[in-house]
């Protein structure tokens, strides 16, 4: 059974940075291509960031340039280096296999940005 448990969401101020991490239970996950996910307040879950095996990243247009994914295959870990953060960026955070895995999703981890 695939866990997949994010952390590393708070509450900031704009313009602020959080690393969030996604720790797998499953070592088969190494060799996919993962991604992150957001769903904020009354929207749509949007992908975020996409990280594959080998290392080839791709970003929705509204985080190019602030966020960074990245992933420590040893842990079996990924994460999501996100800075300047904007009001908007406010959204609970997921990581999944991309394309997501349905019986995959976590809990998420919060991240609002706020003055």
């Known amino acids: 059974q695939v866990q997949l448990v994010e952390a590393g969401g708070d509450l900031g101020p704009p313009g602020g940075s959080l690393r969030l991490s996604c720790a797998a239970s499953?070592?088969?996950?190494?060799?996919?291509?993962m991604g992150w996910y957001r769903q904020a307040p009354g929207k749509e879950r949007e992908l975020v960031a996409t990280?594959?095996?080998?290392?080839?990243?791709k970003y929705v247009d509204s985080v190019k340039g602030r966020f960074t994914i990245s992933r420590d295959n040893a842990k079996i870990t990924v994460y999501l280096r996100m800075n300047s953060l904007k009001p908007e960026d406010t959204a609970a955070y997921y990581c999944?296999?991309?394309?997501?895995?349905?019986?995959?999703w976590g809990q998420g981890t919060q991240v609002t940005v706020s003055s």
């Open positions: 990280l594959t095996y080998i290392g080839n990243t």
């Open positions: 499953v070592t088969l996950l190494r060799f996919k291509t």
């Open positions: 999944n296999v991309y394309p997501p895995g349905k019986d995959y």
